[in-house]
């Protein structure tokens, strides 16, 4: 018998007693099948996804599914409530650098730790949902994780490129960076595909990205063969980059972007200027690599050593 259901998964920070939840839908088909779990505002201020999951679980129907969909709705509900981009506003730490979390940790640890084991580990394959924050400008592409695993590493990159984004990038599992602590990282190393979504940006809820959320999750369920059909591309054949470049800045200062999300970018070519507060250029921020322009931080300033932007090599 399908059915459709929101619970509540209580979550508390036992070091200071804050209490909250996290609301997540749970869609039983009327057949047989796999699980997907879709996760959604990690970081709670990135809209265009959070939006996009929401209009993913509206449109569910058990009837129409062979398998089990899960989705959380909102991982960070204090962050989403305290409009905090990339941390928790309790203990301050980014949901996505603490996976698979701790029973007894801080707030977001037991956020990560309860999904883990109330949904990640039900499912047979993953989806998280993520954009740029408010200072942040992405347009559309994902990020995978290698384990040296080649057979579940060739399941996940078909999973990737079925849910029809422009650009796919392969990152290291156990890595520093995107890797060790990220939700779809983790995931992936209890041995099913884990990807991040990447789309919109600095706050915007743009057509563009929420309905790019959409139909990749909607490509999932396909994909999987929890709902009938083939996946649809959103924008044309997606290609698997060979390799991410990221770009950080070494002086302090104000930051003016050379460049736009979707830009083609050659090497050595100019990716942004850091100035002095009275304009004068202290550092020119070039790329080693020629590539497609991934991510453009948007704020007017940056800290020395921060992240500036990303690039994709194809």
Known sequence: MSSKTIVKLPVKDVH?????????GIAEGAQPGPTL???GAVHATEY????????????????ELSGKVYVVLTADVAA????????????????NRVWPGKQDGTLTEVIAYTITQEVIQHADAVIDCHGGEFDEAIDLFIITHALGEAELNQKTVEFALALGFPFVEVTDAHGAVLGSGTGA????????????LEAGGRGLLEERHISATYNALQNGLKHLGIKPGQPVP????????????????????????HVTVGDWIEKDGLFAQVLDFDGTVLEEIRVSEAGVVLDVISARALG??????KIGVI
Not at 239 to 244: M, R
Request: proline content about 6%; overall charge positive; hydrophobic content about 45%.
């Open 185 to 196: 990282a983790e995931a992936i190393k209890g041995g099913r595909p884990a990807v991040t």
């Open 80 to 95: 989403l409530c305290k409009h905090t981009q990339y941390t928790n506003p309790i203990d301050g730490k980014n949901l």
């Open 37 to 39: 779990a879709v996760i």
């Open 48 to 63: 265009a996804a959070v939006e996009g999951v929401a209009r993913f679980w509206q449109s569910l129907n058990p009837a």
């Open 16 to 24: 200071n007693s804050f209490e909250t939840f996290i609301p997540v």
């Open 234 to 257: 959103w924008a044309g054949q997606s290609i698997k980059l060979d390799h991410g470049v990221i770009l950080k800045s070494t002086q302090m200062g104000l930051y003016a972007p």
């Open 304 to 309: 020395a050593g921060a992240f500036a932007g």
